[in-house]
Structures are given as C-alpha cells and as structure tokens.
C-alpha cells in the first residue's frame, strides 16, 4: 500500500464524508424526534437514512488521517490531539446509528406510546449518554481542531474551518425544518472539506511525511 494510495483514499474520504451526510439528511424522516408513527410510514427511508449517516461516519475515519497528515509537519501536538479526539468520536458516533433501527422494529412491532417509552428510557441510560451520545460528539472537537490548526498554520484558509461550524451548526439551529433544509449544512462543509481534499492531492508524499 503506497503513501499515494493512502493520500487518494483521504482526499476522496474528505469529499464523501459531506456528501454521504447531505444524502443522509435528505432522505431522513421528518420531525425532531424518532415518531413511532413516522417511521413505521417510511421503513426504508428510516432505513437508508440511518445507513448513510453511518457512512458518513465511517468516511470521517480515513479523512481525520488526512487532515492530520497536513498538520503535523506544522504542529504535531495539534494533529495527534485532534486525530484522537476525531476517531474516538467517530467510533462512538457509528454505535448511534443503531438506535434508527431498534426505534424502526419498536414502530413496527409495538403500541406507539409504548415505542416512545422504551426510546425515552434508553436515551436516559448513563452508558448510553456517556459512553455512545457525548463522546460522539468529539467527532466535532477533533474536526475543529485540526482545521483551526491547519488554519493558524496557514495551510488553510480561515473561511474552511468558519464554514464547517456553519455546516455543523445548520442542522442544530434548523432542527424543527424539512430534511431538504437540514441538509444545507453539510454543503457548506463539502465547499470546506473539498478544498482540503484539493489540497492533500497537491502536497508532495515527501511534504506529508
């Protein structure tokens, strides 16, 4: 396996992440909220949905490699601090996705109050919310730390890592609109990721190294 292949897969894993994520969002179900009635309307959307967001996830993986790799000849300390924070994110938010088909099967097999109530409680489970939920969070932590320190390095502009804040903040701040608006979020963090894919393919293997 060659440094170019590896630089390859990072850059096209920086573009499919926003991309797998946009698809996501535009295809999940409505509402804020996994609604009993809703997803058992649309099994295979809840389905596909939950799937490309778990891609997504997983394309996080290969593209944190990348945006570390552009960093640590200009702050090792920043890219290993971020690479970490970024992949034990990743590996926590891949295990949320489940919960899209356990909600489904709960939707197709059970009373809605009662699907409701069982997703209630297991949202309130410490080992859920702190050992899946928070920590899948860092995802955010390390991204943001590796494109800040790209960016106070200047090896980056400081309009990516502004636009990935937008693109992670659009779904939050929009939460109660239609999938097709949640989704605008992650093209502001495709322009971003995109131009670092951009860059990462131009970098000699020798610069990386």
């Known amino acids: 396996m060659t440094d170019n ?3 390859v897969v990072a850059a096209g894993a920086l573009v499919a992440w926003p991309v797998l994520l946009f698809a996501a969002f535009l295809t999940s179900p409505p509402g804020e ?11 295979g959307q809840v389905q596909v ?5 778990l891609y997504a996830t997983l394309a996080m993986i290969p593209a944190y490699f990348g945006l570390a790799a552009l960093l640590y000849p200009k702050a090792r300390g920043l890219a290993n601090t971020g690479l970490t924070l970024g992949l034990f994110g990743a590996a926590a938010a891949c295990t949320l996705f489940t919960t ?26 410490p080992g859920f919310l702190f050992g899946m939920l928070f920590p899948g969070f860092l ?8 494109l800040i ?5 200047k090896a980056a502009p400081w309009w990516v890592p502004v636009a990935v804040v937008a693109g992670i903040a659009v779904p939050f701040a929009v939460a109660g609109s239609s999938p097709a608006v949640q989704s605008i979020g992650s093209l502001l963090e495709l322009a971003a990721l995109g131009w670092v894919a951009r860059d990462l393919l131009r ?3 020798r610069a990386l190294a």
Do not use: I
């Open 100 to 125: 899209d088909f356990y909600d489904l099967a709960l939707a197709q097999t059970v009373p809605a109050e009662t699907a409701k109530q069982v997703t209630a409680a297991a949202n309130e489970l």
């Open 49 to 53: 949905s939950g799937l490309l967001f």
């Open 203 to 205: 970098t000699p293997t």
């Open 149 to 153: 320190g790209l960016a106070v390095k």
């Open 33 to 43: 909220e996994h609604d009993p009635a809703v997803f058992a309307s649309m099994p």
């Open 5 to 7: 292949y590896r630089r």
């Open 139 to 146: 995802t955010h932590v390390g991204t943001l730390v590796l």
